[in-house]
């Protein structure tokens, strides 16, 4: 028979491997069938599946699999399906023959990203490039062993889930795995500053951080910090279960990074709302990086931070529980997210006072003028002379800060 065919029950077997006189087990198949989620490539969506739900059918209608029938399983193996992208790697073709080209064969001195080839004649002509699907014959296959050796399980990891959404291709460029490794040392840097601070922390303070912060007593800048972190465990925590959108959730984490790096000298922000944030952040990126979450957790805490509630292992934590915030009057409520030449610095938060009102020019203004004077806007504007032009979006949802020359402040920004 197919091998597909032999291959289309093995999840009915797994919970009754030794059962040596049928199949499975009645009991078994009703404990764990339908299968919750099936994940596969196209060619599983086509092949597989199709073969599985046929021996689903047949099974459901046999004493093996006696709640196969009911109305809720429909004889179905599987409850949700999720086929995912195919990555394709970088490919070279000779433009005249449309040959395949190792990358040895090539010239990547001049342009890596457009290499040429030296002809017989010694012509040199530019190899066309492409994304096409995997295979030794078109020599365009990537090693993850090596990849995993040079930058890390947990880097390659966060840069394939990063790359695209999971139902999409992937076109697999190394060097774009450069964001997550700065994301990384920034995720490292913020737990370093923090410990630093925690190590000064007597005995006698440290019972502040055994207890989620308390709104009451919190100023509006740490409000809005908060309101960041809950929203990133609601939106993380719905992408892990319901929509599986895992490129959004590294989104969400970076920019959840973002906000408390930016915060750590809010004088504003008392420690402890600075260290359940940082705390939350690496629970939430343990299931896409558990070995560089743990070491971060490691390190946050020191000897004397001991309690119940700071497990010493953060993957047998439990999980984050998202808790809204109550809206009031005190609590600011116009969210800016601030671009520089297009590339996100930082999300800030501000009552809107009487912005509602302002024409579009005297909006601009106003926006301007608070977001030079806010925290991050000391960190990120200053210094950086007049903008060519500001494109305020959505009513200051948005803002974008052009700068004709935009390099200009990244060098004081790296030494801040």
């Not at 000298?265 to 743990?294: E, V």
């Given at each position: 028979m197919d091998?597909?065919?032999?291959?289309?029950?093995?999840?009915?077997?797994?919970?009754?491997?030794?059962?040596?006189?049928?199949?499975?087990?009645?009991?078994?198949?009703?404990?764990?069938?339908?299968?919750?989620?099936?994940?596969?490539?196209?060619?599983?969506?086509?092949?597989?599946?199709?073969?599985?739900?046929?021996?689903?059918?047949?099974?459901?209608?046999?004493?093996?699999?006696?709640?196969?029938?009911?109305?809720?399983?429909?004889?179905?193996?599987?409850r949700k399906l999720i086929t995912q992208g195919m990555v394709h790697g970088k490919t070279y073709t000779e433009p005249s023959t449309g040959r395949f080209l190792k990358p040895a064969?090539?010239?990547?001195?001049?342009?890596?990203?457009?290499?040429?080839?030296?002809?017989?004649?010694?012509?040199?002509?530019?190899?066309?490039?492409?994304?096409?699907?995997?295979?030794?014959?078109?020599?365009?296959?990537?090693?993850?062993?090596?990849?995993?050796?040079?930058?890390?399980?947990?880097?390659?990891?966060?840069?394939?889930?990063?790359?695209?959404?999971?139902?999409?291709?992937?076109?697999?460029?190394?060097?774009?795995?450069?964001?997550?490794?700065?994301?990384?040392?920034?995720?490292?840097?913020?737990?370093?500053?923090?410990?630093?601070?925690?190590?000064?922390?007597?005995?006698?303070?440290v019972h502040m951080f055994f207890q989620p912060p308390d709104l009451s007593s919190l100023s509006p800048q740490a409000i809005f910090l908060w309101r960041i972190v809950q929203e990133a465990v609601h939106d993380v925590t719905t992408a892990l279960e319901t929509t599986y959108s895992l490129n959004t959730t590294i989104s969400t984490l970076m920019l959840l990074t973002n906000a408390i790096s930016?915060?750590?000298?809010?004088?504003?922000?008392?420690?402890?709302?600075?260290?359940?944030?940082?705390?939350?952040?690496?629970?939430?990126?343990?299931?896409?990086?558990?070995?560089?979450?743990?070491?971060?957790?490691?390190?946050?805490?020191?000897l004397h931070f001991s309690h119940p509630n700071i497990p010493s292992n953060i993957i047998l934590s439990p999980w984050p529980t998202y808790t809204p915030l109550p809206t009031n009057d005190t609590t600011p409520d116009l969210t800016c997210v601030v671009q520089i030449n297009g590339k996100l610095r930082f999300t800030t938060m501000f009552s809107p006072g009487p912005s509602k009102g302002l024409a579009e020019e005297e909006l601009k203004d106003w926006l301007v003028e608070r977001l030079e004077g806010s925290e991050e806007g000391k960190k990120y504007l200053a210094g950086r002379g007049k903008p060519k032009r500001i494109v305020v979006v959505r009513r200051g949802k948005v803002v974008n800060f052009v700068y004709t020359h935009p390099f200009k402040g990244i060098r004081e920004e790296a030494s801040r």
């Open positions: 091998t597909f065919v032999d291959s289309s029950w093995y999840f009915a077997r797994f919970p009754d491997p030794h059962n040596s006189t049928v199949p499975f087990s009645p009991e078994s198949a009703d404990a764990v069938l339908p299968v919750d989620i099936y994940i596969g490539g196209v060619e599983h969506a086509i092949l597989h599946l199709l073969y599985a739900r046929f021996i689903s059918k047949f099974l459901a209608s046999t004493s093996l699999w006696p709640s196969g029938s009911a109305p809720n399983t429909k004889a179905e193996p599987f064969e090539l010239d990547f001195t001049t342009n890596p990203e457009s290499p040429t080839l030296v002809l017989p004649n010694g012509e040199r002509v530019d190899a066309n490039v492409s994304y096409e699907k995997m295979s030794k014959s078109k020599y365009n296959g990537v090693d993850p062993g090596e990849f995993i050796r040079k930058y890390g399980a947990d880097a390659m990891r966060a840069h394939v889930l990063f790359g695209a959404p999971v139902s999409e291709v992937l076109e697999w460029d190394e060097g774009r795995i450069i964001g997550v490794q700065r994301w990384f040392g920034k995720v490292w840097r913020v737990v370093k500053a923090v410990r630093e601070e925690l190590e000064e922390k007597t005995d006698a303070d930016t915060r750590l000298s809010n004088q504003a922000i008392a420690l402890p709302t600075i260290y359940h944030s940082l705390s939350i952040l690496l629970h939430l990126l343990t299931p896409i990086a558990p070995a560089f979450a743990s070491e971060c957790w490691e390190h946050l805490h020191p």
